[in-house]
């Protein structure tokens, strides 16, 4: 089944907004004013915009710099492979910034006899979470520029970039955040325990943003072969990109 699109009215300027199915929050493309789908109410938190820097061809540079850097990529990889597709969009996200931390009990293995271990691990994020459903887009490796952050402002978003609505509320994003959280605690644990037998976490949530940051959608090809990249389109550093197979000689 594809998903078909569907209208409200902006209850700002009028026009029609679209959205598709599990999308919960919306943005007027001709006025910028955001909209709660389920309830047609505004939008009341703060909603923010990080500005883009390229366009489609000066987007070429940082990924031609991607291309030659590094020493698993094939040497003529700049040089040989051609950009087929470039696009822009805002995705949307929750930063939540909040103070966490986690009293744990554990198990310490790894000498003999094994000992109990009780301790805390406290830490202040702005978490990010990637406000849509299914997606490959790489949220841990993206920092958020959140100092280049400004007011939401429809008239900076280029005609030919896609805004992508929000498929999680405020609520859930709260929800995700805190999971997040408390699985990266548990990863970071394991430095210090073999097993935890108990873990609970405290959160202070000290504020919540609704942004939209840009990001670059490309394809290239290489030796007949399609690859993907994911580029950040304040920084230019490739968040995620696929690299062709080169023959090493090490033998
Ligand atoms: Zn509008």
């Known amino acids: 089944m594809t998903a078909v699109a569907q209208e409200i009215r902006c209850s700002h300027c009028g026009a029609p907004v679209e959205f598709k199915p599990g999308e919960i929050v919306a943005t007027c493309k001709y006025c910028g004013f955001t909209t709660v789908i389920e309830t ?11 500005l883009n820097r390229f366009d489609e061809k000066t987007v070429e540079d940082p990924i ?6 590094g ?8 040089k040989k492979s051609k950009l087929t597709e470039k696009e822009l969009a805002y995705l949307p996200f929750w930063v939540v910034t909040a103070e966490a931390k986690s009293t744990y009990k554990g198990i310490f293995e790894r000498i003999a006899p094994v000992i109990t271990k009780e301790g805390t691990i406290a830490h202040e994020y702005n978490w990010l979470v990637l406000a849509r459903g299914a997606s490959d ?24 970039a896609k805004v992508l609505n929000s498929e999680v509320d405020r609520d859930q994003a709260l929800e995700l955040a805190r999971q997040q959280i408390e699985a990266h605690h548990r990863y970071l644990l394991q430095q210090d325990v073999d097993k935890i037998v108990e873990i609970k976490t405290e959160f202070a949530v000290k504020n ?3 942004l939209h940051a840009p990001i670059w959608f490309a394809k290239y090809e290489y030796k007949g072969n399609a690859y993907q990249l994911i580029v950040d389109g304040t920084s230019g550093a490739t968040l995620k990109g696929d690299i062709p197979p080169s023959k090493f000689g090490l033998l």
């Open 40 to 50: 047609g109410q505004a939008f009341t938190f703060e909603h923010s915009l990080i």
């Open 64 to 69: 031609r710099e991607w291309m030659r850097s």
């Open 71 to 78: 020493f698993l990529k094939p040497r003529d990889l700049a």
């Open 137 to 160: 887009f790489p949220t841990r490796e993206y920092e958020v520029p959140l100092e280049g952050k400004i007011p939401f402002d429809f008239r900076r978003i280029e005609g030919f």
């Open 208 to 210: 919540v943003v609704y």
